[in-house]
Nanobody
Framework: QVQLVESGGGSVQPGESLRLSCTAS????????MSWYRQAPGKQREWLAR???????EYAETIQDRFIISRNNDRSLIELQMNSLKPEDTGVYLC???????????????WGQGTQVTVSS
């Protein structure tokens, strides 16, 4: 069984930074791209950043130049370094991964439970 677990959320003031982590574990044959999404109160889930197996990254314009997505060597952990946080960055941050659980099976979409980030003065 595949599991994604996020950590690192919290409450900060505007302008401060946070680093989120997401760890994938369980039966994994191949872990493809991993992404961060944000669910703000009363809004649709928003894609923020993606990192591919070849380390290529993509960012949403709303967080471009403030957030950095990275991946560890065995590709099972990703991080999101969030700088210059704004009140509008408040929300639940969710990790998503495209994973092939076993060779011969198709890739599936997996989500973590999310970690809360609150930016307020």
């Amino acid at each position: 069984q595949v599991q994604l677990v996020e950590s690192g959320g919290g409450s900060v003031q505007p302008g401060e930074s946070l680093r989120l982590s997401c760890t994938a574990s369980g039966t994994i044959a191949h872990l493809s791209e991993m992404s961060w999404y944000r669910q703000a109160p009363g809004k649709q889930r928003e894609w923020l950043a993606r990192i591919y197996v070849n380390e290529k990254t993509e960012y949403a314009e709303t967080i471009q130049d403030r957030f950095i997505i990275s991946r560890n060597n065995d590709r099972s952990l990703i991080e999101l370094q969030m700088n210059s946080l704004k009140p509008e960055d408040t929300g639940v941050y969710l990790c998503h991964a495209r994973i092939r659980p076993r060779w011969g099976l198709k890739y599936g979409d997996y989500w973590g439970q999310g970690t809360q980030v609150t930016v307020s003065s």
